[in-house]
């Protein structure tokens, strides 16, 4: 795991955090050693945002910390606002920290008159003032090329294998829900030593998953399925894989997925499958405390954007953390 150090000069560099997840934004400045400078979000009696950063920003670095989770396009235009006014206040650099990219599922043109939105997004964030995006474990890789500025997507995939590592993996295949994340599910499976298998999946509408049947190695003779997905909403794709699974004899299911936004009921649904015992994501998305379920354990990657943001400030390479990269060091 990588191991916190320090390096950035505070005099130079300016942290701040959106509204969406100021404590994943305060274990990020934390790790670098910098305090996380105030930001004033309030709005006009016509339901207008009024934002104010609260430290200088002239000729500095500026980090801006937000997740795009619900309300999605609040916390957009809140991040755009920020951007805007780091560019408008002489920042040197602007860089957006966006631990979940909830557009990059919006990456293609499959139906008439839509909108290629990912593209849209990244757009915006160029014009708005951002330098630089950072993010992870994007929905679909090739939203990376959408961005006209440098942007690196970091990978969880380090704090995953250190939390499944100390779990008994006999018996056990790690399962992708479709073969659009077979590769990365077999990077983690890679990463621990176990097979993978990944699920044939057609998409009926935002909600409507139809899985045919698996793919790659045959299910029969585990016992214990790991499933590894990038993202999970309302749970529809997990459910509809954990059937399959259980009719194939898998007893026990663990389900694992960097960005748990867990809405309509989602996360409730899941943990009500006898034989899901384990359901882990991180922090990505922040979920209060009185909506976690039991069976739910959320992982810090704090570490893993405060390391890549260290990085970068000392111009040293990050290629070790992006999402196809490979694994980082023991340490």
């Keep these: 795991m990588i191991m916190p150090a320090k390096g950035l000069d505070p005099e130079e560099v300016r942290f701040f955090s959106g509204s969406s997840h100021p404590q994943l934004a305060g274990d990020i400045a934390g790790y670098l050693g910098l305090p996380l400078d105030k930001t004033l979000i309030t709005r006009f009696s016509n339901d207008n945002l009024y934002i104010q950063l609260g430290a200088s920003v002239r000729s500095r670095i500026v980090f801006i910390v937000q997740s795009l989770s619900p309300p999605v396009n609040d916390h957009l235009v809140e991040l755009l606002m920020m951007l805007d006014i780091a560019r408008s ?28 939105t990912a593209r849209l997004i990244a757009d915006l964030l ?11 474990m994007l929905h679909s890789p090739q939203v990376h090329g959408f961005f006209n500025i440098p942007a690196d997507p970091l990978t969880s995939r380090p704090v995953f294998h250190h939390h499944f590592e100390g779990h008994d993996l006999s018996s056990t295949i790690v399962v992708a829900p479709d073969m659009g994340h077979a590769k990365s599910a077999a ?22 998953v139809v899985i045919s049947g698996l793919v790659g190695r045959p299910i029969q003779g585990y016992r214990r399925a790991l499933i590894y997905d990038d993202e999970i909403a309302t749970g529809g794709s997990i459910l509809e894989l954990s059937r399959i699974l259980i009719e194939q004899g898998v007893k026990e299911i663990w389900v694992a997925c960097t960005h748990g936004v867990f809405v309509r009921g989602g996360l409730e649904r899941l943990a009500a499958v006898p034989q899901i015992t384990e359901i882990v994501t991180t922090d990505t998305v922040y979920i209060p405390p009185e909506k976690r379920h039991p069976k739910l354990h959320v992982l810090s990657i704090g570490a893993v ?11 040293q390479s990050i290629s070790d953390l992006f999402v196809f990269g490979e694994e980082l060091p023991e340490t």
């Design 89 to 116: 206040a002489s920042a040197k650099e602007v860089h957006a920290i966006i631990p979940y990219f909830s557009f990059s599922r919006s990456d293609k043109k499959d139906a008439p008159r839509i909108s290629i």
């Design 126 to 136: 160029e014009t708005a003032g951002a330098t630089h995006v950072m993010t992870m």
């Design 305 to 315: 954007f405060g390391e890549a943001i260290r990085r970068n400030y000392m111009r």
């Design 187 to 208: 990077r983690f499976a890679k990463g621990l030593g176990i097979p993978v298998a990944a699920g044939d999946k057609e998409r009926i509408s935002d909600t409507e």
